[in-house]
């Protein structure tokens, strides 16, 4: 009679089977993976905007009239990751425009074609900040104007959606008590630069002086403050090669619940930052309407070199009524617009639909 196995092996020692790591090491490595995903979703902030646009309008010159049309569609990106001390910052909108008639001629005046189609990076940097310092490094903008409704001298690239673009570089700030030191290396077309800038936030004032040298030196001065519920702004720019100044003077304040902006300068015309300056006064409204909308007034006036007769000035004007309403999640904007000028004059109507998310 056969006996069974478990007595065949009666006071045998049984071995425990042999162990391995992989499983643990598995299990450890997915759930590391997991708890990071997690703290990398908790520390993401993500904005999208989806807008549309059109415009229809009409062109009109000494010698003729013709109608205009553009389409523009694209999407804003606004992400940023941090895992402290490190934040990674990216802002992208990419739009691709249409347009025709006499808008077709104007941009192919500037080169553009029709569709056109526009990467829209604005900025992408990774930024280190410990203490009082911080360190950062891609392509990041650098603000220098105090003025609001123009700009006497930037480094950052124009881009043809007339959005602005950081230069790739690396900078680092150290802010001391009411100071913010600030020192920055840049690349531009091939060529590297620096910027150096010291501000003072004062109790009622704020004070900065910068010098930039980039394919030609320039220093400026900035200051903003308070008088009274009214807040005085201004900025002066001196560049070499040749020597030349620039610079802005204005001021902002609240009459009523509608905020208001009046601004003179001496500087290139908005987009064209490459442009020699021109006078121009210019002015903005903005006057809540209900709960969830508001109206806009953006006018200007600028005196400009004769393309006609050389060696003379005209005058150029803009003005754009914009009324806006919407919630969090979707804004609309419709308004009409003239821009007037020695080679004729155009009239618009603007349309834009604007569809907001985040996370």
């Not at 000494?62 to 569609?73: D, F, I, K, M």
């Amino acid at each position: 009679m056969t006996r069974p196995a478990a007595a065949r092996h009666a006071g045998a020692v049984e071995r425990p089977a042999p162990r391995t790591l992989g499983v643990p090491l598995l299990s450890v490595a997915l759930s590391a993976a997991l708890t990071l995903a997690g703290a990398a979703w908790a520390q993401m902030r993500v904005r999208v905007e989806v807008p549309f646009g059109a415009s229809v309008g009409i062109a009109s010159s000494a010698s003729a009239t013709a109608a205009e049309a553009s389409l523009v569609a694209g999407v804003a990106i606004d992400a940023e990751l941090r895992f402290d001390p490190v934040t990674a910052t990216l802002r992208l909108q990419p739009s691709l425009t249409a347009f025709d008639g006499a808008a077709a001629v104007q941009a192919a005046r500037a080169g553009r074609t029709s569709p056109s189609w526009e990467p829209g990076l604005r900025e992408a940097y990774l930024l280190v900040r410990e203490g009082p310092v911080d360190f950062s490094a891609g392509y990041r903008r650098l603000a220098l104007e105090t003025a609001r409704l123009s700009v006497p001298f930037q480094v950052d690239r124009d881009l043809a959606d007339g959005g602005r673009q950081g230069l790739p570089g690396a900078r680092a700030s150290v802010y001391v008590g009411p100071l913010r030191v600030r020192g920055a290396l840049l690349e531009r077309s091939g060529s590297l630069g620096a910027a150096f800038s010291v501000r003072a936030d004062l109790t009622s004032a704020q004070l900065e002086g910068h010098l930039v040298y980039l394919d030609h030196l320039a220093l400026g001065v900035g200051a903003s403050g308070t008088a009274g519920t009214t807040v005085v702004y201004g900025e002066g720019w001196l560049l070499a090669e040749p020597w030349r100044g620039r610079g802005a003077l204005g001021a902002s304040g609240y009459l009523g619940d509608a905020l208001w902006t009046a601004e003179a300068a001496f500087a290139p015309p908005a987009g064209a930052a490459t442009a020699p300056a021109v006078p121009q006064l210019l002015g903005q409204l903005s006057v809540p309407v209900g709960d969830d909308g508001s109206l806009e007034l953006v006018a200007g006036v600028s005196l400009v070199d004769s393309l006609l007769a050389p060696g003379t000035s005209r005058l150029a004007g803009l003005a754009a009524l914009t009324w806006t309403a919407g919630d969090p999640d979707v804004r609309f904007e419709l308004g009409p617009s003239l821009r007037t000028g020695e080679l004729g004059t155009h009239y618009a109507v603007n349309v834009r639909l604007t569809a907001v998310t985040g996370f």
